[in-house]
């Protein structure tokens, strides 16, 4: 039994290792398929084959770093950080352990960690277009044109045929404005990486950017069909109905979106602009406090809050949005004009603005500026003196909503 586990072992081993070579190789041309239930099986067997061979040999920083490239394909990046991490304790100037640490950490979202890692692979040697094609991606991603210039340079002298360097060359040069070579690398892309499906999605984007609506919802269907549950791409389409002008269908696909993938913070804030913009008030509310959920500091999401209270009818939960976004920026002129609109009282404050704002928002924690926050210059023209708390002397909050958390 245990020499029959250990030939399974070694075939699988065999297999991995060729595939590590073919990826060495990067040409550019294999796609790996969603894995089927054969090849999730196959990839469990490995694990826990190769579990059992580290419960015999806990020093092996190999036996981590491939059960750690198993897990990465599972997509279980949790688990796939804890083994390469274990990998690197035990050997720390191995090229190809610390690309893989920068791919976990760059599809975590943690981009200048990933940068940081990949250059540790390139000092230790490795020279191949993986990693150029690696460290171009995460210098666009933190911004670093020259970086990214130069290291999809090298990837192109190294592999003219690779159609991912040829994708990110196409994002660089988006960057940089230019979208005819944008157009031209992204259809080089597709010829040398036909199922890289990011490349459709830039040139829908493009497409759809010129105005040519019609090609980019063309695209963007025939990816649909073959990625129904891609996130992505249902916020590209409902992007594309968006400047059509036809609301419905965009709602249909923002909110399917958002349900495959609630923390796209950035397709509901879209989307409740659009919402807000053509008078659907309530909607535009729940795109925007799902917004506000995942990235409380977007720019005057205070404010468009305020304004769906405001149009609902809801004065008071739209004034205190307001008054919170006047003290986040006390140049947000939407929201001053709101508050005048609302015709704030004028206050009588017994301790400094900042005090009672931290006070009445304790979960807040947001830096005024006490000398321009009285609401007196707003408007001082209406006065109510307010009750007070016989206790401490300061005023009663009588406000009921959930105030946002600001970091």
Do not use: W
């Not at 490995?46 to 015999?56: D, P, V």
């Not at 981590?64 to 990046?77: M, P, S």
């Not at 005057?300 to 769906?308: D, E, K, L, V, Y």
């Amino acid at each position: 039994m245990k020499c029959q586990k250990f030939l399974i072992f070694l075939v699988i081993c065999c297999c991995f290792a060729i595939s590590c070579k073919k990826n060495n190789n990067y040409d550019g041309n294999f796609i790996p398929p969603l894995p089927d239930e054969i090849a999730l099986t196959k990839r469990k067997v490995a694990i826990t084959l190769l579990s059992e061979e580290i419960n015999k040999n806990s020093s092996n920083h190999e036996l981590y770093y491939k059960r750690a490239v198993i897990y990465f394909e599972l997509n279980e990046l949790k688990k796939s950080s804890e083994d390469i991490n274990d990998a690197l304790s035990l050997f720390g100037n191995e090229g190809k352990y610390r690309v893989l640490k920068s791919e976990i950490l760059r599809e975590q979202g943690n981009y200048k960690l990933a940068y940081e890692e990949a250059k540790l692979a390139e000092i230790l040697g490795l020279k191949t277009p993986e990693i150029y094609t690696l460290l171009g991606d995460l210098s666009l991603k933190n911004n670093l044109i020259p970086q990214a210039k130069k290291y999809l340079k090298y990837a192109l002298e190294i592999a003219p045929n690779n159609g991912e360097v040829h994708y990110y060359s196409a994002i660089l040069h988006t960057k940089l404005g230019d979208t005819t070579s944008a157009i031209n690398n992204l259809n080089l892309a597709k010829l040398y990486k036909p199922k890289f499906i990011n490349t459709y999605k830039r040139l829908s984007e493009i497409y759809a950017s010129q105005g040519n609506t019609d090609l980019a919802k063309q695209i963007t269907f025939e990816l649909a069909k073959q990625y129904p549950n891609d996130a992505e791409n249902c916020t590209i389409l409902a992007k594309i109905y968006q400047r059509r002008n036809n609301i419905d269908s965009a709602m249909i696909f923002y909110n399917k979106a958002l349900t495959i993938k609630p923390n796209l913070y950035q397709a509901s804030y879209d989307a409740g602009y659009m919402c807000l913009k053509n008078g659907y008030y309530m909607e535009a509310l729940k795109f925007f406090e799902n917004t506000y959920k995942y990235a409380p500091k977007t720019p005057f999401i205070n404010t468009s809050i305020g304004m769906c209270y405001e149009n609902i009818g809801d004065k008071q939960k739209a004034l205190d949005y307001y008054t919170i976004a006047f003290a986040i920026n006390n140049r947000d002129f939407k929201a001053i004009e709101g508050i005048k609109r609302l015709e704030v009282p004028q206050i009588y404050y017994t301790e400094t603005p900042e005090t009672l704002i931290q006070e009445k928002y304790s979960n807040t924690k947001v830096k005024v500026d006490t000398t321009r926050i009285r609401l007196t210059e707003i408007q001082p023209k209406k006065v109510l003196i307010q009750k007070r708390d016989s206790s401490t002397n300061r005023l009663q909050n009588s406000n009921k909503f959930p105030i946002p958390i600001i970091k």
